[in-house]
T-cell receptor, first 111, second 111 residues
């Protein structure tokens, strides 16, 4: 049972435009959500997080939105840059330090 | 600052051989430690986590085991590798209520 789902395996966006990566979850007990970025042959790097008491968190070009009623979160990258090309994982936890990861979305930003 | 070291970066092993992957963390005390596996085209699957020396929780039944002989050392082992053990193994650490931070991983190929 996949509790955290990233239904788009890949996304291609032009440089300067907005990238929107989506993530859905099924467990209503999840209270903390994170996005990680991963380059090939490297470990994931923490990008941004959001608590379930918020519906938006912003850090520079990155904004995460949480819609609890829809059990949906999204990551917006504006403006997108070629260096943003990577695999993005969303993850969630339910009151513990254990994370449940999605399967990832490969973002390609082209000139 | 905190750092995490994982080695080796790549490993090719024959079926039936033993395995030992090591992970160490510097710059923090009593971290939570985690082992993940990323199979080809899949998300990150939590294999083991540890909240202290000698305290190991297994998340999925498998051919692998983990040990934590020291506060900042986490070891992933197997007595006899299977073909299905191939994958990208990641070690991570965290402290309470903070995001997990990952090492650069070990690419394990079983022949």
């Amino acid at each position: 049972d996949q509790q955290v789902k990233q239904n788009s395996p890949s996304l291609s966006v032009q440089e300067g435009r907005i990238s929107i990566l989506n993530c859905d979850y099924t467990n209503s007990m999840f209270d903390y959500f994170l996005w990680y970025k991963k380059y090939p042959a490297e470990g994931p790097t923490f990008l941004i997080s959001i608590s379930s008491i918020k519906d938006k968190n912003e850090d520079g070009r990155f904004t995460v939105f949480l819609n609890k009623s829809a059990k949906h979160l999204s990551l917006h990258i504006v403006p997108s840059q070629p260096g943003d090309s990577a695999v993005y994982f969303c993850a969630a936890s339910a009151g513990t330090d254990k994370l449940i990861f999605g399967t990832g979305t490969r973002l390609q930003v082209f000139p | 600052s905190q750092t995490i070291h994982q080695w080796p970066a790549t490993l090719v092993q024959p079926v039936g051989s033993p395995l030992s992957l090591e992970c160490t963390v510097e710059g923090t005390s009593n971290p939570n430690l985690y082992w993940y596996r990323q199979a080809a085209g899949r998300g990150l699957q939590l294999l083991f986590y540890s909240v202290g020396i000698g305290q190991i929780s297994s998340e999925v039944p498998q051919n692998l085991s983990a040990s934590r002989p020291q506060d900042r050392q986490f070891i992933l082992s197997s007595k006899k590798l299977l073909l299905s053990d191939s994958g990208f193994y990641l070690c991570a650490w965290s402290v309470r209520n903070q995001p997990q931070h990952f090492g650069d991983g070990t690419r394990l190929s079983i022949l």
